[in-house]
C-alpha cells in the first residue's frame, strides 16, 4: 500500500500540444488511486445531501423510466448510498448532469501530510480498444462553515474536439484533481495544501466537501471547464437513472475533534450483522464476536445523525418509520461501530 507522507503528483510542463502526463490507473506505477480497506482512512462522510442533475442537459425534457419513476432528473441510488466506506459499483447515488452532493463529516478534515481525503466512484476498466478506463468526473470543493466553498484546481489534457460518447474512455493520466479518475473500488485522493492559500476557509477544520458533475458535454452553451480553461471532456450522454457523477463514498485521512456530534464511520472489523434488511417492521441484530456486546445501546438514526428510536434488545421495532435509508449506532463503551438500514414497508 502507498505511503501519502512522500507522494509528490508531478506534472511535466511542456509546450503548448504536447502531452502532459499525471499519476496512472489503477495497478500501474506511480498510481495514487487508494484501496477503500487501506488503513490510512480514519472516517466517512456521515450526512449527504443531494441536488439531482438532468438526464441530458441539452434536453431538459428528456426522460427515462425505470420501474413505476419517470423523470428529467437522474434517479439511481439516494443520498444514503454516499454515507460510510464505499459498497461497490451499485450502491451508489447518481448525480445528473451537473448535479452536486454535499458531505458533512462528524470531525473536520484536517491539513495533515500528503492526502486528506478520497472520493470513490464506480468507473470500471474498459474491455475493448483503446483499453482505457469508463470514468465519469466531477469537480471537488471543500467548506468549512458549508456556505463558501473552494474548489480544487483541476487539469484536464483530454483532448477537446470530439465528443467522447456515453461509453467512451478516458486515460487516467491527463486527468488531475477531478473526482473520478480511477475505478470502482479506488479512491482519488485530494491534498488541502492545493487550496491552502484561498480565502475563507480553513484547511485544519473542513467541514464540507462538495462533488459537482462536470457534465462533460463539449458544446459551448453546456461545456465545464478546469482551472487552466480546457473543456473537460467526459463520457456524454448518458441519458439514463444512472447518469452523471456516481458517488460512492468520500473517506477521511487526516481529522481532528468532533464538532458536529455526528457519528463516525470508521473501518473495524465486522462485529454485528443486521437483518433483514431491507427492513418492514423488525431489524434483528446478530453478533459476529458477541463478547465485544455483552452490554450495549442500539440506536437508529436518520441521515441528519437524529436518534429516532433506541434499545438495549437484539431488536428495534421499525414500524413506524417512514421508507428510506437510516443508520443503525451500536454502542459498547468506547466500541461504537455503524450498518446501513434500508426501511421497506
Given amino acids: 500500500m502507498l505511503s501519502f507522507r ?5 506534472l511535466f510542463v511542456l509546450p503548448l500540444g504536447a502531452t502532459a502526463q499525471f499519476a496512472p490507473g489503477v495497478g ?3 498510481t495514487t488511486a487508494v484501496f477503500k480497506d487501506s488503513s490510512v482512512f480514519k472516517a466517512w462522510a456521515t450526512t449527504c445531501t443531494v441536488k439531482r442533475g438532468f438526464i441530458n442537459i441539452e ?13 428529467n432528473h437522474a434517479f439511481f441510488g439516494n443520498a444514503g448510498a454516499a454515507l460510510g466506506p464505499p459498497g461497490g459499483a451499485l450502491d451508489v447515488v447518481s ?3 451537473g448535479g452536486s452532493a454535499v458531505l458533512g463529516f462528524a470531525h473536520p478534515i484536517a491539513n495533515g501530510p500528503g492526502p486528506d481525503f478520497a472520493v470513490f466512484e464506480n468507473g470500471f476498466p474498459a474491455q475493448t480498444a483503446p483499453f482505457g478506463d469508463y470514468l465519469e468526473l466531477a469537480f471537488v470543493e471543500v ?10 484546481p483541476s487539469v484536464s489534457l483530454t483532448q477537446d474536439t470530439v465528443q ?46 462538495r462533488i459537482v458533475d462536470v457534465v462533460g458535454d463539449l458544446h459551448d452553451d453546456f461545456a465545464r471547464y478546469d482551472s487552466q480553461g480546457h473543456k473537460i471532456n467526459d463520457p456524454w450522454p448518458s441519458p439514463y437513472w444512472s447518469g452523471g457523477f456516481d458517488l460512492d463514498a468520500v473517506g477521511v485521512m487526516h481529522q481532528k475533534g468532533d464538532v458536529t456530534g455526528l457519528p463516525v464511520f470508521e473501518h473495524p472489523e465486522e462485529s454485528f450483522r443486521v437483518y433483514p434488511n431491507p427492513a418492514n ?6 453478533f459476529v464476536k458477541s463478547n465485544e456486546f455483552k452490554t450495549f445501546n442500539m440506536n437508529l438514526l436518520n441521515l441528519s445523525g437524529q436518534t429516532l428510536i433506541s434499545s438495549s434488545g437484539k431488536q428495534l421495532n421499525v414500524s ?21 438500514v434500508l426501511i421497506r414497508h
Avoid: W
Avoid at 6 to 10: L, P
Avoid at 59 to 71: C, L, P
Avoid at 320 to 340: E, R, T, V
Fill in 6 to 10: 512522500n507522494i509528490i503528483v508531478i
Fill in 28 to 30: 500501474q506505477a506511480g
Fill in 59 to 71: 434536453d431538459t425534457t428528456a426522460t427515462y423510466t425505470q420501474g413505476d419513476t419517470t423523470s
Fill in 95 to 97: 448525480l445528473g448532469d
Fill in 143 to 152: 467548506s468549512s462553515d458549508g456556505q463558501h466553498f473552494v474548489r480544487f
Fill in 164 to 209: 467522447i460518447d456515453g461509453f467512451g474512455q478516458l486515460n487516467p493520466e491527463k486527468i488531475h484533481n477531478l473526482a473520478g479518475k480511477y475505478v470502482v473500488n479506488y479512491g482519488t485522493p485530494f491534498d488541502l495544501d492545493d487550496v491552502a492559500d484561498s480565502a475563507g476557509i480553513d484547511v485544519d477544520s473542513i467541514c464540507f466537501v
Fill in 281 to 286: 417492521a423488525i431489524v434483528n441484530v446478530r
Fill in 320 to 340: 413506524g418509520i417512514p421508507n428510506g435509508l437510516y443508520i443503525l449506532k451500536m454502542s459498547a463503551g468506547k466500541n461504537i461501530q455503524f450498518k446501513k
